[in-house]
């Protein structure tokens, strides 16, 4: 569905997009992250053909974004990271207006704006002025506009950004219903939404791809480079440096509990798991030990791990 190769994009001096390639499968819904300035936003307009890349090429449906732009347009709804919405229109009025725009038919335009309307959740609010509606509703209208001419491939640029946390559910859900028939490239900041209604991430930092994977791929890649944390009841002037000792482990930390108990983290190399070891030496040493569980990866260490600057 989509197929971008090499694209490259300089603002000046600055080149805000390096020479990525990646592809989206029809009927995927791939999670587009990266921190801020990454360059995502810059990604998708040149992906919808708002933004002429300064090298490489993108093909949406098969079609060229630039050479056969109409063609591809047509098959891609877009929501920009802010929305342009008129705010002296009427909610259903700036739909038609824009189901028009996208060069539907009269009859088409009606049918259409009644449907995504209707799917959308707007229809409350259909004959507001835009400047009136909160701003969840604003970006259902957002999206509504994306859907109006019934394209295949929804690209959201952030499309829950500034909602509370109500709203956010209810676009997510209706973007989750909405991936059932569209393949969706979606950026947000929000990890957790990530993990649960993508197949794939594709994680963009410094204008570059640093993964392109399935979330529970990446989550387990990071598995055991986790911490592990464990109480004992022992002196922490002893029990520093035999856990530093234990192979493979970075760092240690302690902190004092109650009754002469102690709770020790463990960071270690990624790959590894240093339970056994950590009750081995326990028991050699006769410390009680109380709890001993390792902290499981989530996307946001992923995340992290793979765009922090140190
Ligand atoms: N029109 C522009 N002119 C000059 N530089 C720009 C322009 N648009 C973006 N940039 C720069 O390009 C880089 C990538 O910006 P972009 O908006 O694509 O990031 P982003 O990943 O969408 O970030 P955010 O999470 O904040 O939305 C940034 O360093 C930004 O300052
Ligand atoms: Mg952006």
Redesign the pocket.
């Known amino acids: 569905m989509i197929e971008a190769t090499n694209l490259s994009?300089r603002?000046?001096r600055?080149l805000?997009?390096r020479d990525i390639s990646f592809s989206v499968a029809r009927g995927e819904i791939v999670g587009f992250l990266?921190?801020?300035?990454?360059?995502?936003?810059?990604?998708?307009?040149m992906l919808t053909g708002y933004l002429p890349p300064s090298g490489g090429s993108a093909r949406i449906a098969d079609f060229d974004i630039f050479r056969q732009s109409i063609e591809a347009r047509k098959r891609i709804g877009y929501m920009p990271?802010n929305v342009p919405l008129y705010d002296d229109m009427r909610v259903r009025e700036y739909l038609s207006f824009r189901a028009r725009i996208k060069g539907l038919s009269n009859g088409d335009a009606r049918r259409r704006v009644s449907h995504v309307i209707d799917t959308c959740g707007l229809e409350g609010v259909r004959r507001k002025m835009i400047k009136t509606l909160s701003k969840g509703f604003r970006q259902r209208v957002g999206l509504a506009d994306a859907l109006v001419h019934q394209p295949d491939l929804l690209i959201l640029?952030?499309p829950t950004n500034g909602l509370d946390p109500i709203q956010i559910r209810q676009i997510r859900e209706l973007i989750k219903h909405l991936s059932l028939n569209h393949t969706v490239l979606i950026?947000t900041?929000i990890l957790s939404e990530v993990e649960m209604i993508a197949n794939r991430v594709i994680i963009?930092d410094g204008?570059k791809i640093k993964a392109a994977e399935t979330p529970s791929n990446l989550i387990s890649e990071m598995r055991t480079a986790g911490r592990v944390q464990v109480e004992l009841q022992a002196a922490s002037e002893v029990v520093l440096p035999i856990l530093s000792d234990l192979p493979k482990v970075k760092k240690v930390a302690a902190e004092d509990l109650e009754d002469g108990w102690i709770r020790c983290t463990l960071w270690s190399d990624s790959g590894t798991d240093t339970r056994q070891a950590i009750s081995a030496v326990a028991a050699h040493n006769s410390w009680s030990l109380r709890s001993l569980f390792r902290h499981e990866a989530t996307l946001e260490d992923v995340f992290v791990e793979l765009t922090r600057k140190d």
């Open positions: 994009k603002y000046g600055h805000a997009v990266g921190p801020n300035g990454a360059g995502k936003t810059t990604t998708l307009r990271e640029d952030e950026s900041h963009i204008g």
